[in-house]
């Protein structure tokens, strides 16, 4: 049975960008309107737009398939998960949040991904391979003794 999982879309990445190529698009139209960096700056906005609005995750059999934009696909089998931890790591990868899970299958490979529904994507995937170790992130308490 297939279920695609969406990314989660974070407005910690959406906001600095929004106001990065806004702020760049602003000054090459104002004043007298450079064409090549609107010519630059256009597909760049469409290609980012684009990656956050077709990255996915598709679980279809024992495969993950994890597709990115136009150019990332990886399809890992399932039986090859080790562990999944969540994070917070920044590092360049096919997720569109900050808030992501860690996937470490093969040998020494590893993967960040940002699913949208988190717990059932996990879920999922340890009904396929029940030996995958998950490490959840600490939650940090209140300070409050009772």
Do not use: C, Q
Not at 126 to 131: D, K
């Amino acid at each position: 049975m297939e279920k695609t999982f969406k990314s989660k879309i974070g407005l910690e990445l959406v906001i600095p960008l929004s106001v990065l190529l806004g702020a760049i698009l602003f000054m090459t139209v104002s004043e007298k309107p450079s064409w090549l960096g609107l010519a630059i700056l256009l597909p760049t906005l469409f290609f980012i737009v684009h990656l956050f609005m077709t990255t996915h995750y598709k679980i279809d059999g024992d495969n993950l398939t994890i597709k990115s934009g136009f150019f990332y696909t990886k399809t890992l089998s399932i039986h090859t998960i080790k562990k999944i931890s969540e994070t917070n790591s920044i590092l360049s990868s096919p997720a569109t949040s900050i808030d992501r899970i860690e996937i470490t299958f093969g040998k020494f490979d590893s993967v960040l991904i940002s699913p949208l529904e988190k717990k059932e994507f996990i879920g999922k995937l340890i009904s396929i391979n029940p030996r995958i170790e998950v490490n959840y992130k600490k939650k940090k308490s209140s300070g409050i003794k009772s």
